[in-house]
């Protein structure tokens, strides 16, 4: 089983930036990708970025261009540069583990609050 521990988030204005990390433990041998998704009051829980154990990635359209994703496979952690932070991304933030496509861990979630 995959054990995923978050830390980062907080508070900030808005045109501001913040980290998001997560560390995988556990049986990391079974994560192909990890990435964040997000969930404000009242909405679905979206994508914002992934990154496959090559490198590759994925963000979500209203991060393109502001966040950034970055994985370091020897230490099983994924990182999540949030820059030129709106409002509107003001949203709890989980960490993801997946296998192949598979969802097979979420993180407890992290606040991140933007205020304007």
């Known amino acids: 089983q995959v054990q995923l521990v978050e830390s980062g988030g907080g508070l900030v204005q808005a045109g501001g930036s913040l980290r998001l990390s997560c560390a995988a433990s556990g049986s990391t041998f079974s994560i192909s990708a990890m990435g964040w998704y997000r969930q404000a009051p009242g909405k679905q829980r979206e994508l914002v970025a992934v990154?496959?154990?090559?490198?590759?990635?994925n963000y979500g359209d209203s991060v393109k261009g502001r966040f950034t994703i970055s994985r370091d496979n020897a230490e099983n952690s994924v990182t999540l540069q949030m820059n030129s932070l709106k409002p509107e991304d003001t949203a709890v933030y989980y960490c993801?583990?997946?296998?192949?496509?598979?969802?097979?861990?979420w993180g407890q979630g992290t606040q991140v609050t933007v205020s304007s």
């Open positions: 993801n583990a997946r296998q192949y496509g598979v969802s097979i861990q």
């Open positions: 990154i496959s154990s090559r490198g590759s990635t």
